[in-house]
């Protein structure tokens, strides 16, 4: 039986690809091999390479005038690789620190650049996301960084800041869950373990004319204008992930695309705060409600007692990924794309019975 799998990344995938990569995983397409067994340069290898970066467009609905590139590594390596590329040493960047993460992305890219904290939720717990105006840009902005979901603290960004200053985004943990309003940004970034493939890389898109200004004084493999330029096979790319990522990403096209994903992301998050909002209290849920997340939901039981009582039940009942994050405790329900429905309705009706039983 599966479990049902509620972690924050990594996390479940559609069952149907896994079966597909299980039926072809000792011979790929005839070749005798499995493709992770095979050449990144083999014709095979390099059709599948292909086809996931088109898809990664297609899906995503990027324009031509941007890049799409498979970095390997995470979106913690992006933090830094932007401040690197984007700024020359009298440009600023601003920082939106709207939880965990965005204070991660400034504090990597410290070290790289001129950046600066242009917002912080700290006095609100990293309960809401900032209005437009709250937001400071300093002079000399090359450009404003944000994350669009905090993973840890369950809150998502509705209203994407238009400062007229380009944004760059961590897209992490609601990527491709989400249409993306491309005039907007200049970079887009994310992890690719939570809503498209295993672990062990990023897809960046990055507007051409960025490029054109980007620093030209690191490392082959730290220049974006590199991976764009080998078409993100210049050197030994993370052939697993974007082998199942191409099946994820055919996935989400065939059922009705970035849109149709948004809508079932926002079905399932609704099942989930209903129980919370119709509890009585027994459960909470800490953030401003105009900004709950449609992919983390974080919520707390009336003392850690019952939490942990919760939290080994639900083991027991075949759920797993559960317990909140080490830094802020409580319980989170991360429904990721490739969640089923059945799995949101399971712990839902988990929620309800519990709280008959403790209530
Ligand atoms: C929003 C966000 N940004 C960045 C990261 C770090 O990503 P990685 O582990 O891929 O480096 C995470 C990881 O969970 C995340 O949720």
Known sequence: MRAHNFGAGPCTLPLEVLEEVQA??????????????MSHRSPEYEAVHDAALGLAREVAEAPDDFEVLFVQGGATLQFAMVAMNLLTPEQKAGYVVSGSWGKRALEDAGPHGDVYSAWDGKTDSYTRMPRSAEIEVHPETRYLHVT???????????DIPELGVPLVADMSSDYLAR???????????????????????????VR??????ASKELGSFLRYSWHAETLSLGHTPPMFSIYIMGKVLA?????????????????????????????????????????????????????????????AASVEAGMVGLKGHRSVGGLRASLYYALPMASVEFL???MTDFQAAHG
């Open 251 to 311: 996935r989400m096209k065939a059922g009705g695309g970035i849109r149709a994903v948004e809508h079932s992301a926002a079905d399932k998050a609704e099942v989930i705060y209903g129980v919370i909002d119709e509890s009585d209290g027994f459960y909470r849920n800490p953030v401003d409600r105009a900004v709950r997340s449609h992919m983390n939901i974080v919520f707390r039981l009336p003392d850690e007692g019952l939490e942990k009582e919760f939290l």
């Open 208 to 213: 051409k004319a960025a490029l054109d200004t």
């Open 348 to 350: 839902a009706a988990f």
């Open 179 to 205: 249409p993306i309003d491309w005039r907007l940004y200049d970079l887009v970034y994310g992890g690719v373990q939570k809503n498209l493939a295993p672990s062990g890389m990023s897809v960046v898109y």
């Open 148 to 158: 669009t979901n905090e993973t840890i603290g369950g809150i998502r960004m509705v």
């Open 24 to 37: 072809e995983f000792l011979d790929f397409g005839g070749t005798g091999m499995s493709l992770v067994e």
